[in-house]
């Protein structure tokens, strides 16, 4: 469902949804896993993917609803029944949609809390914690004929036992694109693109003088991950992708300060290869034909987990910049 005004009046027949609002922007938040659900810059645009049966999967807890959601990682450990083998992947009810709870909110912040429950299907430990976050609606900018807004999503989970180590997960949906016209673009000039799952085609992936782009067209179910060691700076990991809504430009920049930094600290192995490396951003290009729903996924993983204060912590702090041209470029040449 892509009309930011249709999906609020929609969900809020059967569950609770929170509005962040500044200037042109709102941000729509529903309680089901936590999730900012939609992004508008003024009009009826939704910047981000959401299933196209919205109520059916709130009602029935199906993880698919859309948006920008928080796991954890390493996902082999939590989402594979038999992890040895990466066999019967299932999304666990307690981290997705976990039971969120509101403790604040104003027009422009929000702080959630839920309980999170899990078990470690590797070792059989059971993972015990509480899961706060906190959404921002930072800043919103208009220049010309663009508007821009950006939020911050401030992840902490407090982990009550002794565990393994986890990490935070932070997972946007997007819309895709026909003709090439979506594709992640990282700023990095060797990729060691790692493929998580099968071999990624030649076709998907373009190399640049100073960058190189992944292809997100809903059509192949892929997996690209990209290691931190191929970024000039891994202290601070930031890529972007550009897609149109409404035949209007978008672009969604993502960028962290808390990400895994070097290999020991990735978590998350490649189904493909799992003692080769590992990605600490992740890109995910669904099959419409296998699943009917055409999508794409902008994955980044945080530090794992160490003792704060006596607390066994891990934190995650992403910053999501929203652009979009107010006009298509169609109609603007079309104004004498």
């Known amino acids: 469902m892509s009309n930011f005004e249709d999906l609020n009046n929609h969900l809020r027949n059967f569950q609770e949804t929170i509005l962040l609002e500044s200037d042109f922007a709102r941000v729509l938040i529903v309680l089901n896993a936590g999730r900012v659900l939609a992004v508008s810059l003024g009009g009826s645009d939704n910047l981000l993917w959401v299933h196209p049966k919205p109520q059916q999967c709130g009602m029935s807890d199906n993880w698919n609803l859309g948006g920008i959601r928080t796991w954890i990682s390493p996902e082999r450990d939590y989402f594979y029944k038999n992890p040895n083998d990466f066999n019967e992947w299932f999304c666990p009810i307690g981290i997705d949609p976990a039971s969120y709870k509101v403790v604040s909110k104003n027009n422009t912040s929000l702080v959630l809390i839920s309980d999170i429950e899990v078990k470690n299907n590797t070792t059989g430990e059971i993972l015990k914690g509480i899961l706060t976050k906190r959404i921002e609606l930072v800043s919103t900018n208009e220049d010309n004929n663009i508007r821009k807004a950006k939020i911050r ?144 996924e902008l994955e980044i993983h945080s530090k794992p987990s160490k003792y704060i204060n006596g607390i066994l912590t891990t934190e995650s702090t992403i910053s999501i910049n929203f652009s979009l041209e107010k006009n298509s470029r169609a109609v603007n040449q079309s104004k004498p």
């Open 153 to 296: 999503i401030h992840d902490i989970l407090q982990i009550h036992n002794n565990h393994t180590s986890v990490a935070l997960w932070s997972i946007l949906q997007v819309p895709t694109n026909e003709s090439k016209e979506s594709k992640v673009q990282l700023p990095i000039n060797v990729a060691n693109a790692i493929s998580y799952f099968d071999p990624i085609p030649e076709e998907y992936l373009i190399y640049n003088d100073n960058s190189i782009d992944f292809i997100l067209d809903g059509k192949k179910e892929l997996k690209l991950g990209i290691p931190p060691e191929d970024f000039s700076d891994q202290t601070k990991i930031a890529f972007s992708y550009s897609y149109k809504v409404d035949g209007k430009n978008a672009c969604i920049t993502v960028s962290s300060n808390t990400n895994a930094s070097n290999q020991e600290e990735c978590l998350d192995v490649a189904k493909s290869s799992p003692n080769g490396l590992k990605g600490v951003i992740q890109f995910y290009n669904s099959d419409v034909n296998k699943s009917g729903l055409k999508y794409g």
